[in-house]
């Protein structure tokens, strides 16, 4: 009994001994160590100190575009702006920052990109001020704008397309390059214009409607012009169209005769004068034989200058000295007195007529008649 304890126990103790040596051979296992609290803590409060001055710089950024955004607390100024065809967004964007309308200018892109404003800002001068917040802005550059500047422009019976185009330059409505090349080059809608070729700004001669017209300040040229043809649309109105139907003249026919009227009256006196150069028209066999010689045409193609004797010699289908009948087209833009005027002349066997010292004209049925008038105040004249 004793043999077999001790051999238990031995055969115990090989058990343990192998058991160490496996301890003994293996990895240490290391505990875990936890984080003191202290140091937690610190971590939670760095976290959340950024966290508010994250939010508090956010804060600050926000309120100072949306301050610029609604036009808050800025110093009171008002600014004349004008856009041309020639600016893009970023050009009127550049302005509005450089006159201190707004800070940021990315930031009213964006808005203008996001409500579509950007697309709805025209050419013009307008008046804008810092009251105005991004979309009162893009409103105040659009073509309905109530700030946007506009002229009142009188065109005058018996003004001439380049004259007319002169004047809109001269008041800021567009240039008369533009509009000569929009006169030009444009097929307008209008039945009265249908049979006039393109490529010549004097097409519209005579079409131009003498009257007062609001344009903004720029104008598009093209609206410019067109504005002045819709008048005379309204103007010459349908009835009238049917006369010159029946009369076996056409538009271009009677506005031509309306031009020459125009520039020869001295107010008093239209009917007579298309009396005067129908009664050429219609006997070309006769005393004038068909020449209208009427020295209005001379200054339209002399440049405006009075004419001279030299002048009917000028090669041009417009002089009225060289070339019987009517002009190839109207000399000026005649006023609705003078239309009527070519359209119902009076009934007289007039062929001449001469300015008197008087300032007014004085008609004759032959050339001798007028021949004796003109002698009468030559000597009187020298008296």
Not at 114 to 138: C, E, H, I, K, P
Not at 227 to 242: G, K, P
Request: hydrophobic share 35%.
């Amino acid at each position: 009994m004793p043999q077999e304890r001790n051999y238990e126990a031995r055969d115990h103790r090989t058990e343990g001994s192998r058991g160490g040596a496996r301890e003994r051979t293996s990895a240490p296992r290391r505990r875990s160590r936890r984080p003191s609290t202290g140091r937690t803590a610190g971590f939670v409060l760095l976290y959340v100190a950024c966290v508010i001055g994250a939010s508090v710089l956010l804060a600050c950024i926000g309120w100072i575009a949306a301050g610029d955004l609604l036009a808050l607390n800025k110093e009171p100024k008002t600014v004349t702006i004008t856009i041309s065809s020639d600016d893009s967004f970023s050009d009127v964007t550049d302005r509005l920052k450089e006159e201190g309308l707004i800070e940021y200018k990315f930031l009213f892109k964006l808005f203008a990109a996001v409500t579509g404003g950007d697309d709805d800002v025209t050419m013009g001068t307008y008046t804008l001020n810092t009251d105005m917040d991004y979309r009162a802005l893009l409103n105040g550059m659009s073509a309905n704008s109530s700030t946007k500047a506009t002229v009142s422009v009188t065109i005058t019976e018996g003004m001439t397309v380049s004259e007319i185009f002169r004047l809109l330059e001269e008041r800021g409505v567009a240039t008369a390059e533009d509009l000569e090349e929009m006169a030009a080059e444009h097929d307008y809608a209008f039945s009265f214009l249908q049979d006039i070729p393109l490529g010549d700004a004097e097409r519209l001669e005579g079409y131009l409607f003498p009257d007062t017209y609001e344009f903004y300040t720029p104008h598009s040229a093209l609206y410019a012009i067109n504005r002045m043809l819709v008048r005379f649309d309204e103007v010459f109105t349908e009835e009238m169209r049917a006369q010159v139907a029946e009369s076996g003249r056409t538009i271009q026919e009677v506005l031509t005769v309306a031009s020459l009227i125009e520039r020869e009256t001295d107010g008093t006196d239209q009917k007579q004068i298309a009396s005067v150069i129908y009664n050429r028209l219609n006997n070309p066999g006769g005393e004038t034989q068909g020449y209208l010689q009427v020295d209005a045409t001379l200054v339209y193609i002399n440049g405006g200058r009075e004419p001279t004797a030299a002048d009917r010699d000028i090669d041009s289908p417009y002089n009225t000295y060289l070339n019987k009948g009517l002009p190839p087209g109207p000399i000026a833009n005649p006023g609705l007195e003078a239309i009527q005027a070519a359209m119902n002349p009076d009934d007289t066997s007039y062929y001449y007529y001469v300015l008197g010292d008087d300032d007014t004209h004085h008609f004759f049925r032959t050339y001798s008649e007028m021949q004796n008038f003109m002698a009468t105040q030559e000597r009187y004249g020298n008296s």
